[in-house]
């Protein structure tokens, strides 16, 4: 005396989303039942039109409908410059501050052996052939300042080695318009370490 | 040179399920389709699955794939007890405790006219029919103890005077080995309050 069946498999399907444990799950499910079958009936077919028609760029991985992403197709992008990000979502940040003209390449996640998720699963080797065009000159390292992402950047700048190329990692240090006494200590003695010319 | 459309679209869709904001439906949407296809396409199925069986029992108005739920088509229960929950998560978290014998009213929702949820929203005309069908002796009030909840047990009350209805609301007070010096003020406050003989 459950849930109805239909029911009870809708809650397990929604907790494949991450961040989604058993009670929100159910409470997703009672929600779009009651209050917004519109709703689910629109994610439904979302997520099939999603899977049908997402696929990688070829170029630099990122998601895209065609066989080329747009920002890989543009001429107007600076090839020399390649700027690895851990999802597409970072992307669309850098993007945002529209001050980067060059390519990304996106690696889909970042390395997390106990996740499983190697130098392949992130697909290094189609970094490394991609920075090794012999166009691209510097390679600016944006994985997030995670354990994982520090160390994504780390191992990716070490694969780069010997092929002759500048490799940057974007910079630590306060917010712009931080204050020193509200930032966490971590981040100022990294901006004491990483001081430069004033 | 946003997302792809149908990623996009995705995103949106995603946004229909409560609590997601716009980060978490591009993190939720990225996650599938690059790390679990599998969960995508069992979600959509299941949704489609749901919304095409799940439907509300006509007596107690919970889910359900038949016309009446098997709760209310038992005849070991008690008709004479008729239990009113805000949603069938509170039903199930009430059957677990294995100490209520009769029956339930899921309202499907609490008054919170602010959301446009009136007494017709959460069906209280067919509460009334259905406590006052001449075998329920007792109503128990099980809405939650929120300021929305309150309203609710207390619009359900007034609504039920004056049909011979023994109406209770369940109690608030300490949890089971909670501990005094633990316990928010409120609380604490309201088990003197309904303190009773030891």
Wanted: one cysteine or more.
């Amino acid at each position: 005396m459950d849930n109805p069946t239909s029911l009870d498999e809708l809650i397990r399907a929604l907790r494949c989303l991450p961040g989604v444990g058993p009670k929100s799950a159910q409470r997703m499910a009672y929600h779009l039942l009651q209050r917004d079958h519109e709703g689910a009936k629109r994610l439904a077919d979302g997520l099939n039109l999603a899977l049908d028609r997402i696929r990688h760029c070829g170029k630099c991985n990122t998601f895209t409908e065609a066989e080329m992403c747009e920002r890989c197709a543009s001429v107007r992008r600076d090839p020399s410059m390649l700027c690895v990000v851990e999802s597409p979502g970072d992307l669309l940040m850098l993007e945002q501050t529209q001050s980067y003209p060059g390519h990304y390449f996106v690696l889909m996640g970042r390395l997390s052996p106990l996740d499983g998720i190697g130098p392949r699963e992130i697909h290094l080797d189609r970094l490394l052939k991609r920075a090794t065009d012999g166009v691209v000159r510097e390679v600016i390292l944006a994985t997030n300042f995670t354990v994982e992402g520090e160390a994504t950047a780390h191992y990716v700048s070490e694969l780069l080695v010997g092929h002759g190329l500048t490799v940057t990692r974007i910079a630590r240090g306060l917010p712009v318009g931080g204050e020193l006494e509200h930032v966490d200590s971590g981040t100022l003695a990294q901006a004491l370490l990483e001081r430069r010319p004033a």
